[in-house]
């Protein structure tokens, strides 16, 4: 059975069952420790921030949003030619209106696919079609900073999963 990898490992040299025993229980070493390829948004943290840079993330990460809302997915994701649609409950901060577009820009985008979802949403870009990134800060220091505790507020939702 192992012959024919045996042939084109050693090229049929010590092509002995017990050679090939050694070489093919090392196989799963050298898959678990390969290098594997890294996500797009994969966040990377050299030391553990301080409560005063959490603090100023969550001034940043408030002061870049188009529009904070308390919202529910009422049409999910659907593709890049067919964003999710929100209907907002409460704005925070953003241009006054009924409902938000919802796309998913990029590898770091969160694209909202479950009907029914409930939850506070920072969103960036617009004005036609708007983006959640998925790392949105520390929500404790963001929601005493919007005056507004979305446990309490807003409690989040899962939806219906469904799939674009």
Not at 34 to 50: E, K, M, Q, Y
Not at 137 to 146: C, V
């Amino acid at each position: 059975m192992l012959r024919p990898f045996c042939f084109i490992v050693f090229g049929g040299r010590q092509c002995d069952s017990v050679g090939m025993r050694g070489l093919f229980l090392l196989l799963p070493l050298v898959v678990i420790v390969s290098p594997c390829p890294a996500s797009g948004c994969a966040i990377v943290l050299d030391h553990r921030p301080t409560w005063s840079e959490n603090l100023a993330e969550a001034h940043r990460i408030i002061a870049g949003a188009a529009a904070i809302i308390d919202g529910e997915v009422i049409r999910p994701f659907g593709g890049p030619d067919a964003p999710a649609i929100v209907r907002v409950h409460r704005i925070l901060k953003g241009p006054q209106q009924a409902e938000f577009e919802v796309g998913a820009a990029g590898g770091c985008s969160v694209a909202l696919t479950d009907l029914g979802e409930r939850s506070r949403m920072i969103l960036t870009g617009g004005p036609a079609v708007y983006d959640i990134s998925v790392w949105q800060g520390d929500p404790r220091l963001i929601d005493a900073l919007l005056r507004s505790d979305r446990r309490r507020d807003w409690p989040d939702v899962r939806g219906v999963e469904t799939r674009p």
